[in-house]
């Protein structure tokens, strides 16, 4: 009887001592908000107890997977890879009684000299699991070491719930911080942008961005001109504006036309971004207005060699599109500045022909002469005159220029100048049109000519 009372008291200590073995590392656990820190303590304390040499600790990926976060006894080339369990198990088992259809890694998890796979679950849902090889008493696992294990998974399986929610949040607020920073920057840049109208500048603005932002020292830009993608800046990179044209027999202005998205073109096969790639650029933006690309960014690999995300790569998208809607400002300002300049130039070529037509006309008793032309543009190239050469004759003229606009008006006032020369040299009739008609012949093309009307009165 005393011998079963010890036996019983044994196991009444054994049990004091796991419990107490597990409320303290509850403790721990629950301290804790790192993934790898909980699962580490979760492999100790078992490996120590039942002296284990090997183990390895998993946690639930987004995708259905598990990942190696800690090993022990094991390779380190084995963290970050992933196994999977198709169908979880909901206690710990041996791996050898697991079916091969529930784990498609199994044998490689044997072949680690993996024995046990203890689950952790919350909710019934697997989030993470520990692994261990044998003892090295070479003993089997016993029913209260199964025990603890299965109140081990339990405790440690909220920890790891709490530290990957805790991870993932702190993953939301890094990317939350990073968009308020991108839309600050956008957001300066934008006041930068609306301060010029200097396309020059405005290029300027977005070359150093980019190599603050990203950290990259090579870039391209081109913008669309007449149907062409012309270079328009070049950093870090000795590209001529020709060179990709001669590169390949492909049409590379189609390509740049036909990007509507951020692409990374360092992994791509060959293709016809294959000219950039062989210079060493990984990534190419479209530059978009009105959905269509008038310009494309062409990016080389950061100095720290890491990759682009997503997430700069819509940054970068962002950011050329807005650079672009300036671009087309400006260019727009321009043209208004250029159409108000020929506006004002033509203006003032409009008031010069109207001082070639006359104001008044003579009063010639017997004759009532009036004239009146209104061009059907500011500028045309109808003519008519008539005027007093001497006390004997009154000079009568008619005119039209063919064409309208600038060019007829200045061969109209070419015609104007010609005549009243002319007839100033007391010449006759024949000899003012037939020298008026040969100066019109020297001073312009077949194409052009003047339908014209001549005549001398005399009053008497």
């Known amino acids: 009887m005393s011998d079963q009372n010890q036996s019983l008291q044994h196991k009444l200590d054994q049990r004091g001592v796991e419990l107490k073995s597990l409320f303290e590392l509850s403790q721990i656990l629950n301290a804790s908000l790192d993934v790898k820190s909980v699962l580490n303590n979760c492999l100790l304390t078992p490996m120590g107890r039942m002296l284990i040499s090997r183990g390895l600790a998993l946690a639930a990926d987004e995708k259905g997977g598990f990942v190696i976060k800690v090993v022990k006894g094991l390779s380190s080339e084995l963290l970050e890879k992933k196994i999977y369990f198709e169908h979880p198990f909901k206690e710990p088992s041996l791996l050898r009684d697991i079916p091969d259809e529930a784990c498609s890694n199994k044998e490689f998890l044997l072949s680690l000299g993996i024995e046990l796979v203890v689950p952790m679950l919350s909710a019934n849902h697997m989030v993470g699991a520990i692994c261990f090889g044998p003892k090295i008493t070479k003993q089997d696992f016993a029913a209260h070491e199964f025990e603890f294990l299965t109140s081990l998974s339990n405790i440690a399986a909220s920890a790891i719930e709490n530290a990957v929610m805790f991870q993932r949040l702190e993953q939301v607020n890094r990317r939350l911080d990073k968009k308020v920073q991108e839309l600050n920057t956008l957001f300066d840049i934008g006041k930068e942008l609306n301060s010029t109208l200097d396309p020059d500048k405005i290029l300027n603005i977005l070359v150093f961005t980019i190599m603050g932002e990203m950290a990259v020292n090579k870039m391209l830009i081109y913008l669309q001109k007449d149907g062409k993608m012309e270079l328009a800046v070049s950093k870090g990179a000795e590209v001529k504006p020709e060179a990709v044209h001669e590169d390949d027999a492909a049409d590379p202005d189609k390509a740049l036309i036909d990007l509507v998205a951020p692409r990374m073109i360092a992994d791509d096969g060959d293709d016809e971004f294959s000219p950039w790639r062989r210079r060493g650029f990984q990534v ?127 061969l109209m006032s070419n015609l104007h100048a010609g005549l009243h020369t002319l007839v100033q040299t007391g010449m006759d009739i024949r000899s003012i049109v037939g020298r008026l008609n040969d100066l019109i012949y020297a001073n312009t093309n077949f194409d052009k000519f003047i339908t014209f009307f001549y005549a001398e009165i005399d009053p008497a």
Do not use: W
């Open 284 to 410: 190419a933006v479209p530059m978009r207005i009105q959905e269509e690309t008038r310009g494309v960014l062409f990016l080389g690999p950061k100095m720290s060699r890491r990759p682009y995300k997503e997430d700069e790569l819509e940054f970068l998208s962002t950011l050329s599109n807005r650079v672009m809607i300036s671009l087309e400002n400006a260019h727009l300002f321009q043209e208004a500045l250029e159409k108000e300049r020929l506006e004002e130039e033509i203006a003032i070529a409009r008031e010069i022909q109207q001082r070639l037509l006359p104001g008044s006309f003579p009063e010639i008793p017997g004759l009532e002469i009036y004239g009146l032309n209104i061009p059907s543009r500011q500028v045309g190239g109808d003519y008519f005159d008539c005027f007093l050469s001497d006390e004997h004759r009154l000079v009568l003229a008619i005119g039209d220029v063919s064409g309208k606009g600038v060019g007829a008006s200045l």
